[in-house]
């Protein structure tokens, strides 16, 4: 009966731990198909791209200072010179803001 439990608590400790991975996926799925264009593969833009749109790259202190959720209203409401991302579900939004989160 013990090991029972155990092995569902281990069972439950990997599946949470895929789901954070497949997570993280999806994120970076979106990113690369929505973002990577002007944001660069990993968060830093093409100097030529930071300096005609002004993008920061994510190193930034102020890019490093919004929060998930400020990411995503950027994305669904545009902001600046960054014009709202379209097509993008409420979930992938989430992921892609998360995901936007991890880039340093
Ligand atoms: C067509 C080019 C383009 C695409 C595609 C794009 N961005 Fe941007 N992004 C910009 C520009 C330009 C700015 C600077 C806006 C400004 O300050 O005027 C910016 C700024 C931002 C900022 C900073 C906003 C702030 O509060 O200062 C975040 C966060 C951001 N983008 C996230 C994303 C994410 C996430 C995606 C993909 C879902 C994305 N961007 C796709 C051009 C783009």
Redesign the pocket.
């Known amino acids: 009966m013990k090991n029972m439990i155990r092995s569902q608590f281990v069972l439950a400790a990997v599946l949470a731990v895929a789901s954070s991975i497949c997570f993280a996926q999806d994120g970076a799925a ?2 690369k198909s ?6 660069g593969a990993s968060g830093t833009p093409s100097p030529a ?1 930071a300096k005609m ?4 790259p994510t190193s930034d202190p ?2 490093q200072a ?1 929060s998930a959720a ?2 995503a209203s ?2 669904t409401n545009g ?5 709202a ?1 379209s097509g ?1 579900s409420d979930d992938e ?1 989430k992921a ?2 998360a ?2 989160k991890t880039l340093k």
């Open positions: 979106v990113y929505k973002c990577q264009m002007c944001h791209m749109m002004g993008i920061k102020a890019m919004l400020q990411v950027t994305v902001k600046g010179k960054m014009k991302i993008l939004v892609v803001s995901f936007f």
